[in-house]
Every structure is written in C-alpha cells, then in structure tokens.
C-alpha cells in the first residue's frame, strides 16, 4: 500500500511493532518516495530500538540525497523538488500552462497565478458581521442577559410595525376581553389536556402565557416554533385577564416584497462547503475534476468561491474519527487543504468560513482562524471571516453560516417543513425566525458576545450553507437558499446515523440574475 499520508505511515510502522515521533512521520510523508524511505530508516534503525526518530529520519533522507544527486550536483528545482510527493496533485501554479480536459483522469494545469481573460479591477467585495478579533464574552451570567436583550430588541424592531405592542407588564394591568398584542421571546411551549397550545412569550420586563386553540388555523404555527426566537401574537385577554387567546401570530420575517440585489456584469461565484481534506473518504479524484473545469473558457466567469465551512476533517469530532483519517494531525490537514486549494486558479477571489470540524471554536459565533492557520492557509490569499458572515459579492449579499444549526430545525419540526432530503426548506425556516440558531442549550453551542451576532439584521440576496451534507436549494421570498453538499463520501460514522451524502457538486451562482446551476464531478 503507498505511504502517502503520515496515517498510513503509523499504521504501516505499528504493524511491525515500531513507534515513532510525530516529526520523524511528517518527513517522511514529505519525501519523494516515503515507502522506500521507511525501509532505509528501519533497515539502519539500531536493533534494540523500537521507536524511529526525526534525527534517524534526518540522517537517512541526507544520505539518500547525497547518494541521488552526487556530491557535486544539486536537484534541479525546474525538475523537481526534494522532499516534494510524487503525485501531481495539488499542482502549483506556474501561469503559463495551457487549459485541459475535464476528463476524469486528467490533471489540473499548473497555474496559479491565473491565465483566465479576467479584469480582477472590476471586482467589489465587502464583509460585514465578522467578529473575528472583537470576541469580549466571558461566560458570565450577565453575558447571556445581554445577549438575549439585543436579539430581542433586534427582532422586535422587525415585528413592532405589525402589531400594536405592548409589555407584558402593561397588559398585566389591562381589564379582562381587552384586545392585546405581545412581541415576546418563547421561553416554553406546551400542549394542554385538550390539546390546545400554551405558548409562555417573555419580553424585558416579564412574561405571559398565550394559549392557541387547536381548532385555530395558526395552531399549526405552533409546530413551528422553536425556543428563544422572537415573535408576536395578537389576541384577546380572557376575561381575568390572565391569560391571552392568541388570534394572529407573526414571524420576523423576510418581507414578501423583498427585492434582490444583483450584479452589473455576467460574473459567476462556486459556493461549496464540506472539503473534508485529511478524511479517508475526501473525494480527490472529484476535486481534482472541479479545479480542472475552473481552469477552462467555460468557467472563465466564475471570478468567486465562496467555502461554508470543514475544511478539513478534524481530529475527535465524532466517535472512532482516528480509524477514519487519512492525515492525522490537524495542522498537516490545513497544509494538505492549502495544497488542494492551489489547484483553484490564481484570478479567482477566495472567502471562507469556519465549520464544526474546523479549529476554532465550536460555540456560535465562530471567529475566524488564528494567526498561526492563517500562516498555513495562504493559498491565494484566501480569507477566513467568522461564521456566519455577511459577504457582499458585487452588490448580492450573501450569508455565509455552516449550517450546525440546520441539525436541531429538522429534529424538532414537522418533515414537512424541514428534512435532510430538502434542507434547503429548513432555511426557509430560518430566514423566518431571522436568526440563524435561535434556540438556546440544545445541540448548537452558543457563546454569549456584546451582540447577537447570529440575528439576520440584514435580508440576504443568497443564504449558503452547509454542514448536513446534502443539496438542495430554491427561494424564499425571493432570498436563493442553497446548501451545497459536499466532498466526502460516505463515512463509516455517516453510515451508522444514515447518513448518504450529496457529495462532489459545485454549485455555481449568477450573480447578474442569480440562477444556479449545479455541476456533478463525481
């Protein structure tokens, strides 16, 4: 078996009884020929030694140099570089090949520095929402207050010009049959003995419950609700006054009127996510395929790739994970990707945000990567923003968030109104409540910050996401909802939660109309 990632070179050196250190793996995964390393560094390994090391490693990789090359000659770096994989992905960009075959098999031409006819001065970019760098949440009980005062505010803003609102405290003093309006966060939801629905609404200065009778056409709102979004309710007090019966009910919403912004020009942005890089099932034959049809007249228009988060794989994301990675120490996955993201030409302008398997921080908001994977992550200049972030592409803004959010939606709503198989629906459900993880301490870990980073102020022109490993997409309100599979296959874990990915699609945008198409390249 080749011994091309430092995880088969561990496995190939336990089987016969060796250890080794960390480095001594990493160097000889970086040579030429790592198999016929292995043998020479085991073969001159002292016989009462079990464990190789970087400085055995060293020694062996000079002296196989020296006897290749002579001692009066050097590599040729035109050639080839020592220490440089064999294989000829990822290739590094030169700017002067020629655009090849999408054919499977073929490899991408060596340029990174971009020989598409592209006039990068017409480009315009803005990011907006990113809190990388601006993190001041501590944990503190007096964080989460904050926080959840400013999403209320902000959705309330969104709801007040609907119905006539007034504080919980105020329609405690109100007579009995009085018609009443509340914008309130939900703090409970409950089914009562006959079936209808208590709904408790909290705003700043108190809560009420709200009842919705089952026989109500809004009842079945109900069973879209999530805990901690926002939302109003116009009823009747009963007749103590203690209680409202809910007539109407409204979501914050994306207006129906809402007019997407779009490009001047025909230009094209690749929205992708789920790479995946460093897991046995990353689909490298399929990436190679797309970063070779990136390079030919027909994708000369796609000027934007937009990733929504995994990069990598990651390391202790799941159960078993070890048993499943191609490259086991994360910083070489993030080298690795980087390698991979070579391949994408040189013109093309990169945005990226973080996922769940991505070294950051799992609690939303996520910031963007630190200094030392950013060092790693040069590839083209490719720039992490927070997750989520409001990426703004030639006037068409869009919301980039990964999506873990998407897992707790399907879980607790109807199938009709969220599944795996149409995730694209599950966002619609998102961009109603206008916030991208409403409900509080279930699956999605939230990180209490100044502000509610999570709130969707803004109606995007396009929502990207993620992390379900699924396609699927359509429009809201005329807001493009789109999440973008994958590039993984199906791994063992994914197998035993069901999981059948949507894997190896490139969505690619029109940003002057904003039509999709999807392209296979698996």
């Not at 080839?80 to 090849?100: R, Y």
């Not at 006039?119 to 926080?147: H, K, P």
């Not at 070294?359 to 200049?381: S, Y």
């Not at 803004?397 to 795996?420: C, F, K, N, Q, R």
Request: with cysteine; charged share 25%.
């Amino acid at each position: 078996m080749p011994l091309e990632t430092p995880a088969r070179i561990v496995s190939e050196l336990a089987s016969r009884g060796y250890n080794a250190e960390r480095e001594a793996v990493t160097r000889i995964a970086d040579t030429r020929d790592p198999s016929a390393t292995l043998e020479r560094a085991l073969e001159t390994l002292p016989d009462e030694a079990l464990k190789l090391t970087t400085d055995h490693v060293e020694s062996v990789i000079e002296a196989t140099e020296s006897t290749e090359y002579g001692p009066d000659t050097e590599p040729n770096p035109e050639t080839e570089t020592a220490g440089a994989p064999t294989q000829p992905h990822p290739s590094v960009s030169t700017g002067t090949g020629e655009p090849t075959s999408t054919e499977p098999g073929t490899t991408a031409p060596p340029e990174t520095g971009g020989s598409r006819d592209v006039d990068t001065s017409l480009r315009a970019i803005e990011v907006a929402n990113d809190m990388t760098g601006q993190s001041t949440g501590t944990g503190e009980y007096s964080d989460f207050v904050a926080v959840f005062r400013d999403r209320y505010e902000k959705l309330a803003s969104k709801l007040r010009g609907r119905v006539n609102h007034r504080p919980t405290d105020a329609i405690e003093n109100m007579g009995g049959g009085s018609d009443a309006a509340l914008i309130g966060m939900v703090s409970d939801i409950r089914s009562t003995a006959s079936g209808h629905w208590l709904v408790e609404l909290e705003d700043t200065n108190g809560t009420f419950p709200c009842l919705v009778m089952k026989d109500r056409p809004i009842a079945d709102l109900v069973q879209q609700l999530l805990m901690d979004e926002v939302i109003a309710v116009e009823g009747t007090l009963a007749d103590d006054a203690g209680i409202l019966f809910v007539d109407s009910l409204y979501f914050p919403d994306v207006p129906r009127t809402h007019s997407p912004s779009t490009a001047d020009r025909h230009v094209q942005a690749a929205l992708i996510s789920d790479v995946h890089v460093g897991s046995q099932e990353f689909m490298e034959d399929a990436w190679h395929r797309f970063t070779d049809w990136l390079h030919t007249a027909e994708a000369e228009n796609v000027e934007y790739l937009l990733i929504a988060g995994d990069m990598v794989e990651g390391v202790g994301i799941y159960p078993e994970q070890d048993e499943e990675l191609d490259i086991i120490d994360i910083y070489d996955q993030y080298r690795a990707f980087s390698e991979y993201l070579k391949e994408v030409p040189g013109d093309m302008e990169i945005r990226m945000i973080p996922g769940n398997h991505d070294a950051v921080r799992l609690a939303e908001p996520q910031p963007g990567f630190d200094e030392e994977l950013r060092d790693i992550m040069t590839a083209h200049d490719a720039q992490v923003h927070s997750n989520p972030s409001l990426v703004t592409v030639e006037g068409v803004t869009v919301l980039m968030y990964h999506g873990v959010s998407l897992d707790e939606v399907i879980a607790e709503l109807p199938d009709e109104e969220a599944s795996y198989e149409e995730p694209h629906k599950a966002m619609y459900q998102l961009l109603k409540k206008r916030h991208v993880a409403p409900q509080y301490g279930g699956h999605t870990r939230l990180a209490p910050e100044d502000r509610d980073y999570l709130v969707m102020e803004e109606v995007p022109d396009v929502f990207h996401t993620g992390h379900v490993h699924k396609l699927g997409w359509g429009e809201y309100h005329n807001v493009v909802a789109l999440n973008s599979g994958c590039w993984q296959a199906q791994t063992a874990f994914q197998k035993s939660v069901n999981i059948d990915p949507d894997a190896g699609f490139a969505p690619i945008l029109d940003l002057d109309t904003l039509d999709m198409t999807v392209r296979k390249f698996s």
